[in-house]
């Protein structure tokens, strides 16, 4: 990836996560698993899907799909810095007269399918992978998993019968942050091996670090990987860019008041300390 | 006392119970410490979740399982009545954010249709306190009963102290004569409150609690139909299966009929904002369930 093309990314990314801060502060929002996708979100939509508001109806466009619906806030700043959505809109958040709230939904200009109920768009997207098989399309399909989201069966009933019918034009892209919502997975219900997990299901998968352009370009430039379902594991941060935040199992969601999503802001750009623990703060 | 201490209470004093959840702690923050083994957190897996208190349950245990009433009662649906209710085994649901609790989060969390498709499971009790103290009163009586129970979560900060909990009863706050206000859950304070706004322009209102949505107090009920010129049915949930078809199930089994005005969601799910927003956009604050019982009973009463 040229250096001119690594700090355009870096710099969208860095709006992002003011978007994100930003919502927080607006009646709040998953902030944590926000912050650990926007390098995925952002990567996709500049330089893999390849989509223009103009060709969103396209029945040949690639499609990302947002099955952590935790992370809308990531997905929404992304989609309004490329100018899928006005910005103002994002000033809406969790009010009546727009459909910006804590979950992706199809009103919003560039969401797929509304998601919010864990372990249901890796099935949607099969569908859809399938159609295009049968139409013999050369387009792509992605899906975006949370982690603890891998907890659900119906994720891996979805890889069977996907790898079933060789839906190798399907790619499952799983933000691995390392947490459910307030507790490691690990210390929960235990993921690892991840890659062999998938691997004995059929699939075909790589893992990289979800917050290095290059290797994201690596993993989506030589796909697919084989006859079966693609699988990116993305080693990631939950709160990745703040470090008051960083790998905390309570900053899952957060209502941050204005002055506090200020302090933040200053954190993002490196010209403050991490915000000091809070008394307002809401969390759940 | 709070869900948490009476449910760490009843656990501490009953071997028999076990509290579970699908990774969803709100309730039971602190009960890993002071249940020990007896606290089982399954990880986001619902189905797994009731399949598993079946097993338990089976073998002489209460599990009380918890997860966010959408996808508790309709995720593992299919595990809740065939695993559950086939079998008649006292496993406790408890369903958090149910109807409008769910504020911003967005159809896919609105659990509306809850009373509807629990209701239907045979021998499943359904249950929805007004309040946090509504709560704490008839918990302990659900929690003990043989039958399995579906509870609508609500541990809002109670500004009413209810009446003790009699199983199956309802609460008479009011009888009216002019109209008698059916409610359940959540929503029962902003009823309350719209009958105080009514009795300020002279008229005469009842107010029910429900409580228990399944057994139904038949008998309350009907002494309302019968004095009442209206009866308002308020819930946060779908029209279709709740308290209105409750309602209009138990008249014709009865050959009665009645004015009824219902306000519920009409077949669609609500916007999605914060909680007051909510309220306000759907119509549900007191000021807008006054304004909508008085013009139904002036055109009620032209004819």
């Known amino acids: ?284 | 006392m709070n869900y948490e201490e009476l449910l760490t209470k009843m656990a501490l004093e009953d071997e028999r119970f076990i509290v579970m959840t699908a990774e969803n702690r709100a309730l039971v923050r602190n009960m890993p410490k002071t249940l020990g083994s007896r606290f089982i957190d399954t990880g986001i897996t619902e189905q797994t979740m009731v399949g598993m208190a079946a097993g338990l349950a089976s073998r002489g245990r209460i599990p009380v399982i918890h997860a966010l009433a959408p996808f508790l009662t309709m995720r593992a649906y299919e595990f809740i009545r065939t695993d559950v209710g086939i079998a008649n085994l006292p496993v406790k649901l408890s369903g958090f954010i149910p109807g409008f609790l769910s504020d911003g989060n967005g159809p896919t969390h609105q659990a509306i249709e809850d009373v509807a498709i629990m209701r239907g499971i045979p021998g499943m009790e359904v249950y929805a306190p007004a309040d946090e103290d509504d709560l704490v009163k008839m918990l302990p009586d659900v929690w003990l009963s043989p039958s399995p129970a579906y509870v609508r979560i609500n541990h809002k900060p109670s500004s009413y102290t209810h009446a003790p909990y009699v199983p199956g009863k309802a609460e008479t706050i009011s009888e009216g004569k002019d109209i008698t206000i059916l409610v359940y859950g959540f929503l029962f304070e902003n009823a309350l409150k719209a009958k105080e706004l009514l009795e300020k322009e002279g008229l005469s209102v009842g107010l029910i609690n429900l409580r228990s949505l399944k057994p139904i107090d038949e008998e309350a009920i009907i002494k309302a139909v019968l004095n009442s010129e209206l009866i308002v049915t308020v819930e946060d949930h779908f029209l279709t299966g709740g308290l209105y078809s409750i309602l209009a199930e138990l008249l014709l089994s009865k050959k009665l009929t009645a004015n009824v005005l219902p306000l519920s969601l009409q077949d669609k799910w609500f916007k999605p904002a914060l909680l007051n927003h909510v309220l306000e956009y759907e119509g549900f604050t007191p000021e807008k369930i006054a304004a909508k019982i008085k013009n139904q009973l002036q055109s009620t009463s032209i004819k």
Not at chain 1, 87 to 104: E, F, G, Q, V
Not at chain 1, 203 to 218: P, Q, S, T, Y
Request: proline share 3%; glycine share 6%; charged share 20%.
């Open chain 1, 1 to 284: 990836m040229t250096e001119e093309k690594l700090q355009s990314l870096q710099e969208l990314s860095l709006k992002v996560r003011e978007h994100i801060i930003a919502m927080s502060a607006t009646g709040g929002c998953f902030i944590g698993a926000s912050l650990s996708c926007v390098e995925l979100m952002t990567y996709l939509y500049s330089e893999f899907l390849d989509l223009e508001p103009e060709t969103l109806k396209d029945p040949n466009r690639n499609y990302l799909f947002l099955s952590k619906g935790h992370d809308v806030p990531a997905m929404y700043g992304t989609l309004a810095e490329l100018g899928f959505i006005d910005k103002a809109r994002l000033d809406n958040h969790l009010l009546t007269n727009d459909s910006i709230y804590w979950h992706p939904n199809r009103n919003i200009p560039g969401v797929e399918f509304h998601s919010g109920s864990l372990g249901h768009l890796p099935a949607v997207a099969a569908g859809i992978a399938l159609d295009c098989k049968l139409k013999n399309q050369d387009n792509h399909i992605v899906v975006i998993t949370g982690d603890g989201e891998l907890n659900e069966g119906s994720v891996w009933e979805t890889l069977l019968v996907a790898n079933a019918y060789n839906l190798n034009n399907l790619t499952i892209l799983v933000d691995r942050n390392q947490f459910q919502a307030n507790i490691r997975t690990e210390e929960l219900i235990p993921l690892e091996s991840l890659d062999d997990k998938f691997a004995a299901f059929g699939c075909n998968v790589k893992r990289i670090n979800g917050h290095d352009f290059n290797a994201l370009e690596e993993v989506f430039t030589s796909l697919p990987y084989g006859k079966n379902v693609n699988v990116v594991i993305a080693d990631t941060v939950r709160g990745k860019g703040l470090p008051s935040i960083e790998a905390r199992a309570d900053r899952w969601f957060c209502s941050f008041t204005k002055d506090e999503a200020s302090q933040l802001l200053n954190e993002l750009h490196g010209t403050a300390k991490a915000l000091l623990e809070s008394e307002t703060l809401i969390v759940r």
